[in-house]
């Protein structure tokens, strides 16, 4: 079992910055991959970042270059770095682990609500 909890989402401004983090349960060494989603009003959820036990890194074409996973070991967190923030970003934000053979358990965080808007 992993329990999830997210915290940072706020209102920002188009050309800002956020910062979200995920506390976890248990050691994110022992977690396969983390991961952040998200899901904007009446659109599916997406993958956003993701970041694997071995530090290997992928995101979605819309965030490269601006958003930045990455994991803080001491702190069992994973971040989500979000810079240069635009109106489409909005959604709520979730935090993703995967463990287990082939990856079968999957867990997620409540969400947190990041809204880009002036």
């Known amino acids: 079992q992993v329990q999830l909890v997210e915290s940072g989402g706020s209102l920002v401004q188009p050309g800002g910055s956020l910062r979200l983090s995920c506390a976890t349960s248990?050691?994110?060494?022992?977690?396969?991959?983390m991961a952040w989603y998200r899901q904007a009003p009446g659109k599916q959820r997406e993958l956003v970042a993701r970041?694997?036990?071995?530090?290997?890194?992928n995101y979605a074409d819309s965030v490269k270059g601006r958003f930045t996973i990455s994991i803080d070991n001491a702190k069992n967190t994973v971040y989500l770095q979000m810079n240069s923030l635009k109106p489409e970003d909005t959604a709520v934000y979730y935090c993703n682990a995967k463990t287990g053979i082939g990856l079968r358990y999957d867990y997620w965080g409540q969400g947190t609500q990041v809204t880009v808007s002036s």
């Open positions: 248990r050691s994110v060494s022992s977690i396969n991959a």
């Open positions: 970041i694997t036990s071995v530090g290997m890194t």
